[in-house]
């Protein structure tokens, strides 16, 4: 009777050890394979720091008509709601550095999410226009 109690005992502690271990080993290798790119928000200064200082392309998610009445200089127009399943056209290349704006935030947040889930790696949300202490560029 001792000697199967012994042995069941040393059964559950192999397996509960190998347990262990195929767990570190999962965990390993969920840390060795690269996520999808994760959601970041930034502030308007970090943004504009990134555009004197490195190559992105700026991101506006407003309507046409909010993008006419003032935007940042150089920023691409992709409305938040033409962005769905496809690739936006106007946004090409899935690697490059993506800055993200819209009126006060919200939009921005959202579009950030979905471009992250189309496959772009490198996304920053930087919240609305209303936010931002810099030059505008008005159409007109």
Same mark, same amino acid.
Request: proline share 4%; charged share 25%.
């Given at each position: 009777?001792?000697?199967?109690?012994?042995?069941?005992?040393?059964?559950?502690?192999?397996?509960?050890?190998?347990?262990?271990?195929? *767990?570190?080993?999962?965990?390993?290798?969920?840390?060795?394979?690269?996520?999808?790119?994760?959601?970041?928000?930034?502030?308007?200064?970090?943004?504009?720091?990134?555009? #004197?200082?490195?190559?992105?392309?700026? #991101?506006?998610?407003?309507?046409?008509?909010?993008?006419?009445?003032?935007?940042?200089?150089?920023?691409?127009?992709?409305?938040?709601?033409?962005?769905? *399943?496809?690739?936006?056209?106007?946004?090409?290349?899935?690697?490059?550095?993506?800055?993200?704006?819209?009126? *006060?935030?919200?939009? *921005?947040?959202?579009?950030?999410?979905?471009?992250?889930?189309?496959?772009?790696?490198?996304?920053?949300?930087?919240?609305?226009?209303?936010?931002?202490?810099?030059?505008?560029?008005?159409?007109?």
């Amino acid at each position: 009777m001792r000697q199967i109690l012994l042995f069941a005992l040393l059964a559950a502690s192999l397996a509960l050890l190998s347990g262990c271990a195929l *767990s570190k080993a999962k965990a390993d290798t969920a840390e060795d394979m690269p996520d999808k790119a994760a959601y970041q928000k930034i502030s308007a200064e970090e943004a504009y720091e990134m555009m #004197v200082s490195q190559e992105v392309v700026v #991101v506006d998610v407003r309507t046409r008509e909010e993008y006419d009445g003032g935007h940042i200089e150089n920023a691409v127009l992709v409305p938040n709601e033409s962005i769905g *399943s496809e690739m936006p056209e106007a946004l090409p290349d899935k690697e490059a550095t993506l800055l993200v704006y819209c009126r *006060s935030g919200r939009r *921005s947040k959202d579009a950030a999410q979905k471009l992250l889930a189309l496959g772009y790696q490198s996304v920053y949300d930087f919240g609305g226009v209303i936010d931002w202490p810099y030059e505008l560029v008005k159409e007109g």
